[in-house]
């Protein structure tokens, strides 16, 4: 998938019950404390995935971002996406600080520790940026937020895998999390647009990130009122299990092959900074219409979420990737269309939607393959590879597009649909068959079902 996005990454079935009945409610079966645990988990994540859309290098600050080294130092798109790739890094080895979640509590907390420390960093470095003007200053404080969001988000990718499991509510969390971001995200777009159109780019730039330095608070508040976590110390006989459990997930075949597949299904030359050249320069749209467009993209996020349980919750994960790939494919095509506004408005809600289909396809795969008792370290692989992949394809579009098709977008669209259009023949890899979504991947093999606050 290659349509507008932020870097850093969804099942969302309510219940897992027998495959030929309806799934019910969770919170109707789950007992009182369940439903209390479950309410208080959903209020966390929510929170998080708020403070992500908003502060990411790919949220409030991104536009603002890429006018300022457009403008400012004349910078060209493959030097703007070399820039921004340096913060990917921090996403991408997000199994490190999941190994020192998994096994090494801070403050006397495996989760909430490392939460509250890593956002009490993005807070002053955004602050930091509110002061610099340099390119070359820029990049580290910037970096400093790259790597307490990645810590934040692994951290609370381990806190929704260990209780979704727990709970069987992986895709009601995993919604959940992708609706609140991309509420954020479409805030995030029309701030970043305005921002962008109304103020000298460097004011803008500065002004993103004093708002965004509010919004790493409101995860420490979230993690020492929301969690359901114990106190912990290092136990050294469960250090020993817990380590066993991450070499068995080195070992586990199926879990390389679903980390290949997320590999290639998110390797798609990317259309995001060549896309923002070609309406900047080309079609002439306003850095606030911008703006908006990708504000527009994330309310297609947010319908899709909505919509989601009705449409596809009761589909098998197979159907449900398959389905997101072909439609990201024609949404991916149907940017050759691509002449006007109101053109760019209709493809980026529908690539918006599409995306939001792949998100979940993914997400939920790579925490249906998380094994217990490594769970951060697991689902931080799963998501580095997916950050790795993209972060490659940003760089791939943009080179192609600047060297390779001399700054036309039609011959990159075509490419980039064609590849995505190839992860279809890689799903027989997976052996799925009519795995639930939601399922952790050995309850099929065992022969039992999850149900709801199990």
Same mark, same amino acid.
């Given at each position: 998938?290659?349509?507008?996005?932020?870097?850093?990454? !969804?099942?969302?079935?309510?219940?897992?019950?027998?495959?030929?009945?309806?799934?019910?409610?969770?919170?109707?079966?789950?007992?009182?404390?369940?439903?209390?645990?479950?309410?208080?988990?959903?209020?966390?994540?929510?929170?998080?995935?708020?403070?992500?859309?908003?502060?990411?290098?790919?949220?409030?600050?991104?536009?603002?971002?890429?006018?300022?080294?457009?403008?400012?130092?004349?910078?060209?798109?493959?030097?703007?996406?070399?820039?921004?790739?340096? /913060? +990917?890094?921090?996403?991408?080895?997000?199994?490190?600080?999941?190994? /020192?979640?998994?096994?090494?509590?801070?403050?006397?907390? !495996?989760?909430?520790?490392?939460?509250?420390?890593?956002?009490?960093?993005?807070?002053?470095?955004?602050?930091?940026?509110?002061?610099?003007?340099?390119?070359?200053?820029?990049?580290?404080?910037?970096?400093?937020?790259?790597?307490?969001?990645?810590?934040?988000?692994?951290?609370?990718?381990?806190?929704?895998?260990?209780?979704?499991?727990?709970?069987?509510?992986?895709?009601?969390?995993?919604?959940?999390?992708?609706?609140?971001?991309?509420?954020?995200?479409?805030?995030?777009?029309?701030?970043?647009?305005?921002?962008? *159109?109304?103020?000298?780019?460097?004011?803008?730039?500065?002004?993103?990130?004093?708002?965004?330095?509010?919004?790493?608070?409101?995860?420490?508040?979230?993690?020492? /009122?929301?969690?359901?976590?114990?106190?912990?110390?290092?136990?050294? #006989?469960?250090? !020993?299990?817990?380590?066993?459990?991450?070499?068995?997930?080195?070992?586990?075949?199926?879990?390389?092959?679903?980390?290949?597949?997320?590999?290639?299904? +998110?390797?798609? #030359?990317?259309?995001?900074?060549?896309?923002?050249?070609?309406?900047?320069?080309?079609?002439?749209?306003?850095?606030?219409?911008?703006?908006?467009?990708?504000?527009?993209?994330?309310?297609?996020?947010?319908?899709?979420?909505?919509?989601?349980?009705?449409?596809?919750?009761?589909?098998?994960?197979? !159907?449900?990737?398959?389905?997101?790939?072909?439609?990201?494919?024609?949404?991916?095509?149907?940017?050759?269309?691509?002449?006007?506004?109101?053109?760019?408005?209709?493809?980026?809600?529908?690539?918006?939607?599409?995306?939001?289909?792949?998100?979940?396809?993914?997400?939920?795969?790579?925490?249906?393959?998380?094994?217990?008792?490594?769970?951060?370290?697991?689902?931080?692989?799963?998501?580095?590879?997916? +950050?790795?992949?993209?972060?490659?394809?940003? *760089?791939?579009?943009?080179?192609?597009?600047?060297?390779?098709?001399? +700054?036309?977008?039609?011959?990159?669209?075509?490419?980039?649909?064609?590849?995505?259009?190839?992860?279809?023949?890689?799903?027989?890899?997976?052996?799925?068959?009519?795995? #639930?979504?939601?399922?952790?991947?050995?309850?099929?093999?065992?022969?039992?079902?999850?149900?709801?606050?199990?």
């Amino acid at each position: 998938m290659a349509l507008i996005q932020s870097t850093g990454w !969804r099942d969302q079935s309510f219940g897992l019950g027998p495959m030929n009945e309806p799934s019910p409610s969770p919170q109707a079966d789950a007992p009182a404390h369940d439903r209390s645990t479950i309410n208080r988990l959903l209020a966390f994540f929510a929170i998080v995935y708020v403070a992500e859309g908003l502060g990411q290098v790919g949220g409030l600050i991104a536009q603002p971002l890429s006018y300022f080294l457009k403008q400012e130092h004349g910078w060209t798109p493959s030097e703007i996406s070399a820039y921004l790739t340096v /913060f +990917n890094f921090p996403w991408i080895i997000k199994p490190v600080y999941g190994i /020192f979640s998994d096994f090494v509590p801070l403050f006397g907390y !495996r989760r909430k520790g490392y939460l509250i420390a890593a956002n009490i960093v993005a807070v002053v470095a955004f602050l930091c940026v509110t002061q610099l003007h340099s390119p070359n200053h820029l990049v580290w404080a910037l970096e400093f937020t790259a790597y307490a969001m990645a810590i934040s988000s692994t951290v609370c990718g381990a806190v929704l895998v260990e209780n979704g499991q727990k709970l069987g509510e992986s895709g009601h969390f995993v919604n959940q999390q992708w609706l609140w971001f991309n509420v954020a995200a479409m805030a995030s777009a029309l701030g970043g647009g305005a921002l962008t *159109n109304w103020l000298p780019s460097t004011s803008a730039l500065h002004t993103a990130a004093a708002i965004v330095a509010v919004a790493p608070l409101m995860v420490m508040l979230g993690a020492i /009122f929301l969690i359901p976590e114990q106190r912990a110390r290092i136990d050294l #006989p469960a250090l !020993r299990l817990s380590f066993r459990s991450l070499l068995a997930a080195f070992k586990k075949r199926e879990l390389w092959i679903v980390g290949m597949f997320l590999f290639l299904y +998110n390797f798609s #030359p990317g259309l995001s900074t060549p896309l923002y050249f070609t309406m900047t320069d080309s079609l002439k749209f306003s850095q606030g219409y911008i703006g908006i467009l990708g504000s527009i993209s994330s309310a297609g996020w947010v319908v899709g979420a909505l919509l989601y349980r009705r449409l596809f919750g009761d589909l098998p994960s197979k !159907r449900l990737l398959q389905l997101s790939i072909v439609l990201g494919t024609f949404t991916t095509a149907a940017y050759l269309l691509l002449v006007n506004e109101a053109s760019a408005a209709i493809l980026s809600f529908c690539g918006g939607f599409a995306a939001m289909l792949a998100t979940v396809a993914t997400i939920t795969l790579a925490a249906d393959y998380s094994p217990q008792r490594a769970e951060g370290f697991s689902f931080a692989l799963m998501m580095s590879i997916m +950050n790795l992949a993209s972060s490659a394809a940003d *760089n791939v579009g943009s080179f192609l597009f600047e060297h390779g098709f001399n +700054n036309k977008l039609a011959p990159l669209i075509l490419v980039s649909a064609g590849t995505t259009a190839f992860a279809l023949v890689l799903i027989p890899l997976l052996h799925l068959g009519d795995k #639930p979504q939601g399922q952790p991947a050995g309850a099929a093999t065992q022969g039992q079902a999850v149900q709801p606050g199990a």
